[in-house]
């Protein structure tokens, strides 16, 4: 067996478990070195104990994606056991909780965007110029989700995160090209995984206080909603081995529910209908020949 994998080696955040651990699983089966990392420490050592007994190249490394300087340890340790870096996989994500507007719990908005959004940028930042030095190239997978193509009502932190890697990733894409490091964002919808659970591994800084917290009452038709759709969702093995078929063909947007894809054309389309309405307005309609300023 021979790919463009082989031999190389990628970082995974959240590998103890759910995605990110089906996504090592793939990546190994395909030849690579995996540095597995996550802040569930027993779960992180059972999952990479199960990888090493196939056989695989696998090294598991504590890690609180919030907190940069454990990245740089876990860059430290994959280069340490394996040389080079290749590959950083932002996989680690929570749920957050589902609400009204004016029942988000602050600490629960700052956990959701620090571990998704925060996060994500750390992982990159710590990995990306192990990546570029050594001149081979690369991948960056983002993970986010389809909740961050469409808003949806009672689960703004969430969402609003997800957008973020969306928006993350589309800036890096043309940034990372000229060092030939491809970058993708995964967009999945439900997949059956332990997502509506993420308060197990909430960490103690985001503690709310007693006064603070919301009626659980009031919570929880969204959190079983939230259970139900998950259950439902598709397997990981199913995913992983989509994110590999889109990965050896260059996707940038990595989507594994095909159906989903009238939820983003009905976004799209209302946005085209917002632009022809711009168009023509008599305030701004005549800068339609204006030039497009980017940079
Ligand atoms: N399951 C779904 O339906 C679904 C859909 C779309 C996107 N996603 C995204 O997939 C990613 C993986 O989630 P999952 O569904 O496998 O959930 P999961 O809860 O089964 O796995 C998440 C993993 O991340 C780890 N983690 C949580 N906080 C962390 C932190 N601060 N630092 C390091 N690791 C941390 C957990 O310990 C766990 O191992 C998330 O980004 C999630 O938002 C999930």
Same mark, same amino acid.
């Given at each position: 067996?021979?790919?463009?994998?082989?031999?190389?080696?990628?970082?995974?955040?959240?590998?103890?478990? #759910?995605?990110?651990?089906?996504? %090592?699983?793939?990546?190994?089966?395909?030849?690579?070195?995996?540095?597995?990392?996550?802040?569930?420490?027993?779960?992180?050592? %059972?999952?990479?104990? *199960?990888?090493?007994?196939?056989?695989?190249?696998?090294?598991?490394?504590?890690?609180?994606?919030?907190?940069?300087?454990?990245?740089?340890?876990?860059? %430290?340790?994959?280069?340490?056991?394996? #040389?080079?870096?290749?590959?950083?996989?932002?996989? %680690? #994500?929570?749920?957050?909780?589902?609400?009204?507007?004016?029942?988000?719990?602050?600490?629960?908005?700052?956990?959701?965007?620090?571990?998704?959004?925060?996060?994500?940028?750390?992982?990159?930042?710590?990995?990306?110029?192990?990546?570029?030095?050594?001149?081979?190239?690369?991948?960056?997978?983002?993970?986010?989700?389809?909740?961050?193509?469409?808003?949806?009502?009672?689960?703004?932190?969430?969402?609003?995160?997800? *957008?973020?890697?969306?928006?993350?990733?589309?800036?890096?894409? !043309?940034?990372?090209? !000229?060092?030939?490091?491809?970058?993708?964002?995964?967009? !999945?919808?439900?997949?059956?995984?332990?997502?509506?659970?993420?308060?197990?591994?909430?960490?103690?800084?985001?503690?709310?206080?007693?006064?603070?917290?919301?009626?659980?009452?009031?919570?929880?038709?969204?959190?079983?909603?939230?259970?139900?759709?998950?259950?439902?969702?598709?397997?990981?093995?199913?995913? *992983?081995?989509?994110?590999?078929?889109?990965?050896?063909?260059?996707?940038?947007?990595?989507?594994?529910?095909?159906?989903?894809?009238?939820?983003?054309?009905?976004?799209?389309?209302?946005?085209?209908?917002?632009?022809?309405?711009?168009?023509?307005?008599?305030?701004?309609?005549?800068?339609?020949?204006?030039?497009?300023?980017?940079?």
């Amino acid at each position: 067996m021979s790919n463009e994998f082989m031999g190389k080696t990628a970082i995974i955040s959240g590998a103890a478990g #759910g995605i990110g651990l089906a996504i %090592a699983e793939a990546l190994a089966e395909q030849g690579m070195n995996i540095a597995m990392a996550d802040i569930d420490k027993a779960a992180l050592i %059972a999952s990479g104990e *199960a990888l090493q007994a196939k056989g695989y190249n696998v090294i598991t490394c504590s890690l609180d994606v919030t907190d940069y300087s454990q990245w740089e340890d876990v860059v %430290a340790n994959a280069q340490d056991k394996f #040389g080079k870096v290749h590959m950083v996989v932002n996989n %680690a #994500g929570v749920g957050g909780a589902s609400g009204k507007i004016e029942d988000a719990e602050h600490e629960t908005w700052r956990w959701v965007m620090d571990v998704n959004v925060t996060g994500v940028l750390y992982g990159a930042q710590a990995c990306i110029p192990v990546i570029k030095s050594h001149g081979e190239g690369g991948w960056v997978l983002n993970v986010a989700s389809m909740a961050g193509m469409m808003g949806m009502p009672y689960a703004t932190a969430y969402c609003a995160s997800k *957008a973020a890697v969306v928006s993350m990733t589309e800036s890096w894409i !043309p940034e990372l090209e !000229p060092h030939h490091i491809h970058t993708s964002v995964l967009c !999945p919808a439900f997949v059956k995984t332990r997502i509506h659970e993420s308060y197990r591994n909430r960490q103690e800084k985001y503690a709310i206080a007693p006064d603070k917290r919301i009626d659980k009452e009031k919570l929880k038709a969204g959190a079983n909603a939230a259970a139900m759709a998950v259950e439902s969702g598709i397997p990981t093995e199913m995913l *992983a081995k989509r994110v590999i078929e889109a990965l050896s063909s260059k996707q940038h947007y990595i989507f594994t529910h095909p159906h989903y894809r009238k939820v983003a054309m009905g976004r799209f389309k209302a946005i085209e209908e917002a632009f022809v309405d711009a168009e023509e307005s008599p305030v701004v309609g005549h800068l339609i020949d204006e030039d497009i300023i980017t940079f």
